[in-house]
């Protein structure tokens, strides 16, 4: 059996600390029939003359899009959907620029979809790396037949894996600028869980999760602070969004607490 194309998609934007990293764990993948992806969002550091040094990997410098946010989410799934555009893999996976894969991370996922031919969508679990000497296996992600649920656990974008023809199907669903907080990700997972009821999560830890200080989500998104409300105010809204689109009701009483709370920010 002739094994897919596999592309792995790279969005960057000032991370020129691990870009390196990052691309040699792709080039070092066991499984060989791939293509890497990556695409520098108008940097403001090296990351781009980093990845341009490396041999087999296509590298993008995309203009940044005019539009008004203070935060980075946005940015990052635009830089996603031009990678996607530059694709030609029947199987895509998705990496931020600061993390990277296991050398078995593509074999593993491949042969997954070979053998699953209904999944559409895949989620490896991460390792929640802050160095060589210290990092952790997350167990915390788990499947669940529950279509809706309280709020939705999934692992991060660096551990989703997707058939391209799937991407194309929901492509319009993640480049919404009304939702302007929401990551990849959890709308991805909104997505395959609750509208498709095609959320799977493998028991193998296959990406290395970095924990950056720094980075916006620990930095600006701090637990019950006013933009973490914000966003999951999106979040919800985002989910009624998708149902209300396929007939679907959406009841949940944390939506109606985020809506009184987000009155007195």
Not at 17 to 34: E, G
Not at 47 to 59: G, M, P, T
Not at 231 to 258: F, V, W
């Amino acid at each position: 059996m002739k094994k897919p194309l596999v592309s792995i998609l790279i969005a960057s934007y000032n991370k020129e600390k691990y870009v390196s990293r990052c691309l040699k764990s792709c080039l070092d993948q066991s499984y060989k029939n791939i293509e890497i992806i990556f695409v520098d969002d108008e940097s403001k550091d090296n990351s781009y003359k980093i990845a341009k040094k490396f041999k087999n990997v296509k590298v993008f410098k995309k203009k940044r899009k005019k539009f008004k946010s203070k935060f980075n989410t946005f940015f990052q799934i635009d830089s996603y959907l031009y990678a996607y555009k530059k694709s030609k893999g029947k199987i895509i996976t998705l990496l931020d620029s600061d993390d990277f894969y296991k050398k078995n991370k593509v074999n593993t996922i491949v042969n997954h979809f070979l053998k699953n031919k209904n999944c559409t969508i895949l989620f490896d679990k991460p390792i929640i790396y802050y160095s060589k000497r210290k990092f952790y296996l997350s167990n915390e992600f788990k499947n669940s037949k529950m279509r809706i649920v309280l709020w939705p656990k999934f692992p991060p974008t660096s551990c989703i894996s997707l058939r391209k023809s799937f991407f194309q199907k929901i492509k319009n669903e993640l480049k919404l600028k009304k939702f302007s907080l929401l990551t990849i990700d959890f709308r991805l997972a909104v997505i395959s869980k609750i509208i498709y009821n095609n959320f799977k999560i493998i028991n193998n830890h296959l990406t290395n999760y970095f924990q950056d200080k720094k980075g916006e989500s620990s930095s600006n998104f701090k637990k019950f602070g006013k933009n973490w409300w914000s966003r999951r105010m999106q979040a919800h809204e985002y989910i009624d969004y998708l149902l209300k689109k396929n007939n679907l009701k959406y009841e949940n009483l944390d939506y109606s607490i985020t809506k009184l709370i987000n009155l007195f920010l």
